[in-house]
């Protein structure tokens, strides 16, 4: 590609000629320090489940030594196949009824502060899980009554029956990915709409909910205005927190990388980001959905 076309393109960092390594602002420090040697323990002793050890979240050191960890509910197996995600899809299993005690119990044993909560989709349910997120917030704040909790939630196809037991349970931060930019929502997303995350964005806060939250991955070939239009869109709809990070494939079987961002660009979209009005907005490459996720509730 020559550069006249990425001129008319308008991309925001480099194009990846293929097996380039991943440049040096990627590279990630392995997790130290005495609060995450005592969690890891803990994790493998009780053979707990946390998104952050099975996802290989780069961040999973600094999170944990801030008393931050991530769950993830409703089993592994997801009824959609984003071209972005790692998880499983397929037909999912039957619901353990037990898994709100567990996920609190794990959470109890971790002595962690702040949990964020996430889950697959599963369009199989008539509930959508709405149900067992409900019963799992319950649970959590029973046997962990000092904790804060996030929840971020799939759209629950935008029925608001659904997104209400969310809203009743009155987690601290209430977080919907928007995931990228509106033109590549259909590549990227497949089953997912952008205005129908927008929607239950909106939705979300109209109903009373204090604090959401939304983010975006970037090098998936979307331009420098598309970011800032979905920036424009995000706080339109009253969103209060962003997370901008890089995308990285998951295998070769998903979507490719199209760009590095660079860390000037991420640092632009921060000060965008701002000046719309977000009251946080995290932006670099290693951010993922739940980084420093505790600062978002205050």
């Known amino acids: 590609m020559s550069a006249k076309t990425i001129s008319q393109a308008d991309t925001i960092s480099k194009i990846i000629p293929e097996r380039q390594p991943k440049p040096k602002w ?12 005592e969690l890891r323990g803990l994790v493998d002793k009780y053979s707990l489940n946390t998104i952050c050890t099975s996802g290989s979240c ?30 499983k899809t397929g037909r999912p299993e039957t619901l353990d009824w037990d898994e709100p005690e567990k996920v609190a119990r794990s959470i109890k044993i ?12 599963r369009d199989d ?25 996030e929840t971020l939630i799939p759209d629950f196809q935008g029925i608001e029956k659904h997104i209400d037991r969310i ?4 987690p601290e931060v209430v977080s919907h990915n928007i995931e ?35 983010g975006i991955m970037l090098g998936l070939g979307e331009t420098r205005e598309e970011v800032i239009e979905t920036l ?14 890089q995308y990285l494939q998951p295998s070769k079987r998903h979507l490719p990388v199209r760009q590095f961002i660079l860390p000037d660009q991420f640092k632009e979209y921060e000060t965008i980001g701002m000046d719309l009005g977000f009251r946080h907005v995290e932006s670099s490459a290693l951010v993922r959905s739940s980084y420093k996720a505790q600062k978002h509730i205050h």
């Open 125 to 149: 349910l008539k509930d959508m899980g709405s149900i067992m997120w409900s019963e799992t917030v319950k649970a959590v704040r029973r046997m962990n009554p000092e904790i804060t909790l």
């Open 26 to 37: 990627l590279r990630v420090k392995l997790p130290t320090g005495k609060k995450y040697t």
């Open 167 to 170: 809203i009743e349970v009155a």
């Open 180 to 214: 990228t930019v509106r033109r590549l929502t259909r590549e990227v997303r497949i089953q997912a709409k952008y205005d129908r995350s927008l929607g239950v964005l909106k939705y979300l806060k109209a109903q009373g909910q204090r604090r959401t939250k939304s």
């Open 58 to 87: 780069p961040n999973m050191g600094e999170c944990w030594g801030e008393g931050t960890a991530t769950f993830m509910i409703l089993g592994n197996i997801c009824t959609r196949s984003c071209g972005f995600c790692g998880v």
């Open 232 to 245: 424009h869109d995000l706080r339109a709809n009253d969103v209060d927190v962003v997370t901008i990070g």
């Open 110 to 121: 971790m002595n962690i502060k702040h949990a964020v909560l996430t889950s697959v989709d």
